[in-house]
C-alpha cells in the first residue's frame, strides 16, 4: 500500500485532543452566554452563491474568498457570518420578529497569507440584534454586558471596552472642512502602529494645514477619564449635525453600558477607534484584556445603518460584535493564559485484573446511572500499561476489579494523584464519589 | 443599490430560528452522550489536502468531492469525517494514547444530485475506537449502548439494532464456494429494496446454481429470535475458519450489547445487514426506529482492520458508528417526531410602558443575576405590538412597568398563556419565579 503523507494544509489549526478541550471549553461559554441573554442560533451554510457574498464589494476579504470548483461557478464559502446574516434577514424577512437577535458560532474560510495566529480556516463568534426601520440605541449598550459576561466566565476580569462613535469622528472631520476624511480615518485607524513623528506628517500630508492636523491629533489622543472627555467633546461646540448626533449616541451608549453592569472601569471612551471604514455608521467598540493590549481588539462591533441594503429594499439598523475564537484561543494560548487544568472529560475508568468483563461492567452501569463520567478498559496489557493509560488521560480515579474485589462484591476505588486506595462497596463508592465528585 | 435576490443554493439546509433551536437541542443530547461515554473531542479542518482525502479510493463519495479553486490543486472540502480521523490518528500517532476514543460532529460536503432529505452541505456526528495493533471485541458492544441512550434522550424507546459480522458472511460465502462474493455481498446490501423474485433471478445469474442461490436466501432471510439465529448459525457446521470467527465475535458483541444494558429487545441479528463494503471487516450495525424503518437506518457503523493503512504502517483496528444528524433531523422532522414544544431560549421579556429604561434594566439584571433567561425590549412601538413580539417568540412570561409600577417599586407579571397578571415587588417576583421555573 502506498503511503500517503498524513498532514493538514499550511495554515489551518489542528488540536490535540486535551488542547481540543481548552477550546471547547471557550467556546461553550461563548454559546452559553449568547444563548442566556436571548439571542437565537443561526447556522447558514459554509457554501453560498457566489453573487450573494459579493453583492457588496468588502475590499480585501472578498478577495481572499474561497471558489469551488464547481461547474456553475456559484459557489463559495463564506468569508464571515454578517453576509450570510444579511442574505438570511432579507430572505426569511417576513418570517422574523424584529428586533431579530441572532447568534452564531462557526467557521469562516479566508485565503490570507500564512502568518502566525492567522488561520484559513476560523471560528467566529458573532451577536446581532436587527431592526426593523429603527433599533434604539440602548442596544448597543447590551452588547458588551454579554462579552463582560463572557470574558469574566473565561476568568478574565481586566478588561477594557474601547468605544466610539463614528458619526462623531465624521461630524469632527467635516467641522474642520476636511474633505477626504475617509483616508483620514483609514490613518487614525493606524494610529497605534506608528509613531507620533510618522503619524504627525502622513496626517499633514493628507490635510495640508498645521492646524487641522494638532486638532486631529489633539482629538484622538485624549487620554482622560470617560467624564472628561465627554466634557472636553461638550467644549469643542462643534455645530455640525452628525457630531451632535454621534456625541448624543456616545453619551447614551456610555451612560447604559454602566446602567447594564459595565462599570466605569472596563469602559474606556477612546476617540481613536474607527474600525471597518465601509461598514460601521455609528457606535464602534474594541475590547482589550488590560496589560494584554499587545494581542489586539479580542472582540469588535459596532452599530450599521443599514444590514440588508443589498438584499431588501427595506430600512434594517443593526449592531453587532464578533469574537474571533481562533485567533483568541490562539493568543490566550501563547500567553499562558488559558486554564489547560481539565483536559479530560471523564472521571473514571475501571481495569479489570484478569476477571470476566460481567461484573466490571456491571459497576460501570452502575457509575453511569448515577450520572459520573466513567469509562471502562477492555485491551489485554499489563496493569502497568493500563495505570499509564489513566494518567496520561489525566483520570482523576480508577476502579480495580480482581479475583478478591469478585469474590467479595466490592471494588478498590484509587486516587491518583494521591496513590490512596480502598476496598469498598458499590453502595460505599457511590456515597464516597457523591462526596468529592 | 442593485438588489440581489437573497437566496441560498439548491440542495443546502437552513432553518429558522426556532427550528435550528430543535436541531440543536438534538445536537446538543448527541454531544452531551458522547462527553458523557469518554470520547474525546476533535475538530479537524473541514478543507485537507487532495492527496489526504484521495489516499483511498472511497468509490462514490471521492467523485463527489468539492475542490477549492486555488492555484496549487491541492485543497478540497472533506466529505467524511473518517478519511480527516485516519489522517489525525496516522499524523498524531505518538500523542495519542490508544485506545483512542474520539467524537466529532461537524457538516461534510459531498456534491450529490439533488434529492428530497439530501444534503450537500450535512452534518455527521461520529464516535470511534481506535486500538494500537489490537482492539478487543467487547468495544463494539459499547457503540450501540451510547446510540441507545442518545435516542432514549431525545424520546425514542421503540428502537432495534441490527447486527451482523462480515466475517460471517464472507466466510459463508466461501463455504459455498463462491468466489464474486464481493458482488453477492453487493446484492444482499439491496436485498429490503427489491421483490423476492428479482432478488431471487439476481441471485442466481451470479452464483450460477439453484442450490447456492436457495442457501444465501435463507441465510439472509432469517426471521427469527436472536437466540434462534445463533442456533442456526450453530447448526450449519460450516468449519471455515472466517466464519467461525465471525459467528464467535457475533456471538461476543451480542452478549456484551446486554450486559452494558442494551435488552434483547433493541437487539436484532441481522444477516442481510452488510455494510459499506470495502470497509468494514467484522461488527456491522444499523439502526432503526421501529414502526419507521422507511426512513433508513439513522446510525450505521461497524468494525474495520485497519483505520489509517494508507498514512501509517502500522494496525490500527478501530470501530464506530456514524449518525447522519442532518438527515436525522429532516426525516424525523417530516414524520412530525420531533418534540418542537421549546421554541426559544428566554424565559422572561420586560416592557417598560413609558417610563425610562433605569429601573427596568435594574429589574433585568436583577433577574439575570438569579439566573433568569431574562430579555428587554427598546423600541418605541404600541403595547400591543410588543405583547406580540413576546408571543411570536413564545416567550411565557412578561414583565411590565409603567408609571405606577416604578413609583411603588413594584412590577406587573404576566402570564402569557394564562394571561393571569399579578403586580409585585422584585423579592417576590423572584420567589415566584424560583417557583415555576
Known amino acids: ?124 463568534a458573532d451577536i446581532d440584534i436587527i431592526g426593523d426601520n429603527s433599533l434604539d440605541i440602548k442596544n448597543d449598550a447590551e452588547i458588551p454586558r454579554v462579552i463582560l459576561s463572557i470574558l469574566k466566565d473565561m476568568n478574565f476580569d481586566q478588561i477594557s471596552f474601547h468605544i466610539n462613535n463614528r458619526k462623531l469622528i465624521n461630524g469632527f472631520m467635516k467641522s474642520l472642512d476636511i474633505e477626504n476624511y475617509d483616508e483620514v480615518l483609514r490613518a487614525i485607524d493606524k494610529v497605534k502602529k506608528m509613531t507620533k513623528e510618522n503619524f504627525y506628517s502622513y496626517l499633514l500630508e493628507l490635510v495640508k494645514s498645521n492646524e487641522k492636523a494638532d486638532s486631529i491629533i489633539e482629538f484622538v489622543s ?53 474600525r471597518g471604514l465601509d461598514y460601521y455608521t455609528g457606535t464602534v467598540y474594541e475590547t482589550f484584556i488590560k496589560g494584554f493590549e499587545s494581542i489586539g481588539s479580542i472582540c469588535s462591533g459596532g452599530r450599521y445603518e443599514n444590514l440588508s441594503g443589498n438584499f431588501i429594499e427595506r430600512n434594517l439598523p443593526g449592531v453587532g460584535i464578533s469574537i474571533g475564537l481562533s485567533r483568541l484561543y490562539y493568543s490566550l494560548n501563547e500567553l499562558g493564559l488559558l486554564n489547560n487544568e481539565k483536559n479530560n472529560n471523564i472521571d473514571l475508568i475501571i481495569f479489570s485484573m484478569g476477571v470476566s468483563y460481567e461484573y466490571p461492567i456491571k459497576i460501570l452501569n452502575l457509575l453511569r446511572s448515577n450520572n459520573y463520567k466513567a469509562q471502562i478498559y477492555f485491551e489485554d496489557v499489563k496493569f502497568k500499561k493500563k495505570l499509564n493509560y489513566a494518567n496520561k488521560l489525566g483520570i482523576p480515579y480508577v476502579i480495580i476489579i480482581g479475583d478478591e474485589e469478585l469474590k467479595e462484591n466490592k471494588v478498590t476505588f484509587k486516587n491518583m494523584q494521591t496513590g490512596e486506595q480502598i476496598l469498598c462497596s458499590s453502595e460505599e463508592l457511590i456515597t464516597k464519589l457523591n462526596d468529592i465528585l
Chains 1, 2 share one sequence.
Open 1 to 124: 500500500m502506498t503511503i500517503v503523507k498524513p498532514s493538514i494544509l499550511p495554515g489551518f489549526l489542528e488540536l490535540l485532543p486535551r488542547d481540543q478541550i481548552v477550546f471547547d471549553n471557550l467556546k461553550e461559554i461563548i454559546e452559553r452566554n449568547f444563548k442566556f441573554y436571548g439571542f437565537f442560533p443561526l447556522d447558514t451554510p459554509m457554501i453560498e452563491k457566489k453573487e450573494v457574498l459579493l453583492a457588496k464589494e468588502n475590499g480585501e476579504t472578498t478577495k481572499q474568498m474561497y471558489e469551488i470548483d464547481s461547474s456553475s461557478k456559484d459557489m463559495v464559502l463564506r468569508f464571515d457570518l454578517t453576509v450570510p446574516l444579511s442574505r438570511y434577514v432579507a430572505e426569511h424577512y417576513h418570517e422574523l420578529e424584529f428586533p431579530f437577535r441572532r447568534y452564531q458560532i462557526s467557521k469562516v474560510f479566508r485565503g490570507e497569507r500564512n502568518q502566525k495566529g492567522r488561520f484559513k480556516e476560523f471560528y467566529q
Open 222 to 274: 485624549k487620554d482622560l477619564e470617560n467624564e472628561e472627555i465627554i466634557d472636553y467633546l461638550n467644549s469643542l461646540e462643534i455645530d455640525n449635525e452628525e457630531f451632535v448626533q454621534g456625541l448624543e449616541e456616545l453619551k447614551e451608549v456610555y451612560k447604559y453600558m454602566k446602567i447594564f453592569g459595565v462599570d466605569n472601569e472596563y469602559i474606556r471612551i477612546d476617540l481613536s477607534i474607527t
